[in-house]
């Protein structure tokens, strides 16, 4: 009987690597910290006696901004955690690349408040502007994610020994569509409304929550029950 033909090693030495926990401690802390700082926006207003529900009325954008962000931030988390169960060490090429992604999550709050603010005393052209502004950090966000997988298909020696080149392949499929799709999204913002392109910001929120461990059946299926103990 044949053997079965092995994958293809990528010519030259083998990375050096080192645990994955200090790095997966770090990011997780960052992940805390961002989504503690979103809710510094929201404020308890001033208010007149009998004019307290009135006043939180007022402060409704601030609180839809912060969902938004907090769920986005949370999607995020919970890529980050299914992509560090590819790997079974790190290297410093791979800490570089996760401090690009961690670079990203940090800058979240920022587009939350110009958001917050644009829905609370804005015009539709302020709002225009806050919209693009937030899914141009989102599409930006999803370049680093790409190169990950791309550097992991590349050095088949930092995969986890239950992965393979098509569960990466199948992974690096996501934020190929988070570039585009948010981008599409702004320009959907700003050329048609903005209000629509909110909505498409949140809608692509939930395709990388449902999608957090790829986006084929099969890789759902081993999400579940193929992961490390």
């Known amino acids: 009987m044949s053997a079965a033909p092995e994958e293809v090693q990528p010519s030259g030495p083998s990375p050096r690597l080192a645990d994955i926990g200090r790095l997966a401690a770090f990011s997780d802390a960052v992940f805390a910290i961002v989504i503690t700082l979103l809710v510094l926006d929201l404020r308890v207003p001033e208010f007149h006696e009998g004019q307290l529900a009135a006043s939180l009325r007022e402060e409704a954008p601030s609180f839809l901004a912060f969902v938004v962000s907090f769920v986005y931030v949370g999607v995020l988390w919970l890529n980050h955690h299914a992509v560090l169960q590819l790997v079974r060490g790190t ?18 709050p920022f587009p939350t408040m110009v958001l917050a603010s644009a ?101 759902f299926q081993w999400g579940r029950t193929g992961r490390r103990g």
């Open 119 to 219: 829905l609370a005393n804005g015009d539709t052209d302020d709002l225009r502007v806050a919209v693009v502004l937030y899914a141009l950090a989102a599409a930006l966000m999803s370049a680093p994610w790409l190169v990950f997988f791309a550097y992991l298909r590349r050095h088949p020696a930092l995969r986890a020994s239950h992965v393979g080149q098509d569960q990466v392949r199948a992974q690096q499929a996501r934020p190929i569509i988070g570039l585009v799709l948010f981008g599409l999204t702004g320009l959907l913002g700003w050329i048609v409304n903005p209000l629509f392109g909110l909505l498409g910001i949140v809608v692509m929120i939930i395709y990388h929550g449902f999608t957090s461990e790829g986006v084929r059946a099969g890789t």
């Open 91 to 108: 290297t410093l090429a791979l800490n570089w690349i996760n401090l690009a992604i961690l670079f990203g999550v940090v800058l979240i």
